[in-house]
């Protein structure tokens, strides 16, 4: 398989498109807005057989967080923007929900190590393109010799099964969580949403009111909060639902009816730390997540 070549993302392997330190540091096609300190957009042309399946930032070969495509596409659609033969993923969102007072061009800017890789089949022959905010010299040699800790989301899938008008959500993989979106389920047919941990159950929404205030909706899903729910619905760190110390952790969302056969989808948002010392990025919880 060949290699992409352009002049601005020059490494592919396995389906993957990626830049760098090195890239974002050097690139002169790049548009610099110097006002906001993040990555605005990535951008890669657009045809019918093109299939994206994530975006992935990662440092050290460890993944910070992946996010997948069908998950932009359901919850943040207006963030995917069809322009001039291109496909354009505004970053605005993640900012919202994962990098939270964490601009990831310090990581990007300041480790070689640390790359963001658009993940897909087809792409290789295609031009991305990348719209990001340059920092200065002076303030990365600044950022270099700081230590400091920085809180940040990340987004993990568990499997759904169904029983008697159930969706059964077995968790094995998120060990603490502030809310969870689900794709394909229809926020009119839900009675309750109960968590099931070892023998104890604990009430999320008995009826419509709780289940507004505790559910936002979307047009193909929904995002249930664990927290309580602001005018705005952002995503809130206030309220950790804790799993570990239990062997038995389900979340169970009981339906008037299920009519179809479509299985929903799961994306928990969990919380976690990242912890910067003499140039290094560590991760305290999960050093090693995929």
């Given at each position: 398989?060949?290699?992409?070549?352009?002049?601005?993302?020059?490494?592919?392997?396995?389906?993957?498109?990626?830049?760098?330190?090195?890239?974002?540091?050097?690139?002169?096609?790049?548009?610099?807005?110097?006002?906001?300190?993040?990555?605005?957009?990535?951008?890669?042309?657009?045809?019918?057989?093109?299939?994206?399946?994530?975006i992935r930032?990662?440092?050290?070969?460890?993944?910070?967080?992946?996010?997948?495509?069908?998950?932009?596409?359901?919850?943040?659609?207006?963030?995917?923007?069809?322009?001039?033969?291109?496909?354009?993923?505004?970053?605005?969102?993640?900012?919202?929900?994962?990098?939270?007072?964490?601009?990831?061009?310090?990581?990007?800017?300041?480790?070689?190590?640390?790359?963001?890789?658009?993940?897909?089949?087809?792409?290789?022959?295609?031009?991305?393109?990348?719209?990001?905010?340059?920092?200065?010299?002076?303030?990365?040699?600044?950022?270099?010799?700081?230590?400091?800790?920085?809180?940040?989301?990340?987004?993990?899938?568990?499997?759904?099964?169904?029983?008697?008008?159930?969706?059964?959500?077995?968790?094995?993989?998120?060990?603490?969580?502030?809310?969870?979106?689900?794709?394909?389920?229809?926020?009119?047919?839900?009675?309750?949403?109960?968590?099931?941990?070892?023998?104890?159950?604990?009430?999320?929404?008995?009826?419509?009111?709780?289940?507004?205030?505790?559910?936002?909706?979307?047009?193909?899903?929904?995002?249930?909060?664990?927290n309580t729910?602001?005018?705005?619905?952002?995503?809130?760190?206030?309220?950790?639902?804790?799993?570990?110390?239990?062997?038995?952790?389900?979340?169970?969302?009981?339906?008037?009816?299920?009519?179809?056969?479509?299985?929903?989808?799961?994306?928990f948002i969990?919380?976690?730390?990242?912890?910067?010392?003499?140039?290094?990025?560590?991760?305290?919880?999960?050093?090693?997540?995929?």
């Open positions: 398989m060949n290699n992409v070549v352009n002049d601005i993302f020059n490494n592919y392997n396995e389906n993957i498109l990626k830049f760098d330190f090195n890239t974002i540091l050097f690139s002169k096609n790049n548009i610099v807005i110097p006002s906001i300190n993040n990555i605005n957009n990535i951008s890669i042309d657009y045809v019918s057989n093109l299939q994206i399946y994530g930032f990662t440092h050290n070969g460890y993944t910070i967080f992946f996010i997948p495509y069908t998950f932009i596409e359901t919850f943040y659609k207006n963030c995917i923007i069809f322009k001039k033969n291109k496909l354009i993923i505004d970053f605005s969102f993640i900012y919202d929900i994962f990098l939270l007072d964490l601009n990831f061009p310090e990581i990007c800017l300041l480790y070689s190590a640390s790359h963001i890789q658009l993940v897909g089949s087809n792409i290789n022959n295609f031009k991305l393109s990348c719209e990001f905010t340059d920092l200065e010299t002076k303030y990365r040699m600044k950022l270099g010799n700081t230590n400091f800790m920085k809180q940040t989301n990340f987004l993990l899938q568990e499997n759904v099964i169904i029983s008697n008008n159930l969706y059964i959500i077995n968790i094995k993989k998120v060990s603490q969580t502030i809310g969870v979106f689900i794709k394909n389920i229809n926020i009119n047919n839900i009675e309750s949403i109960y968590w099931k941990f070892d023998e104890n159950i604990y009430s999320i929404c008995e009826d419509i009111t709780e289940l507004y205030n505790k559910c936002k909706k979307f047009k193909n899903g929904i995002y249930l909060t664990f729910k602001d005018n705005n619905f952002e995503i809130s760190n206030k309220k950790i639902i804790c799993c570990n110390e239990y062997n038995e952790k389900k979340l169970i969302i009981k339906m008037d009816n299920i009519l179809s056969d479509i299985i929903p989808e799961t994306f969990c919380p976690d730390i990242l912890y910067f010392k003499h140039q290094f990025l560590y991760f305290p919880i999960e050093c090693k997540r995929e």
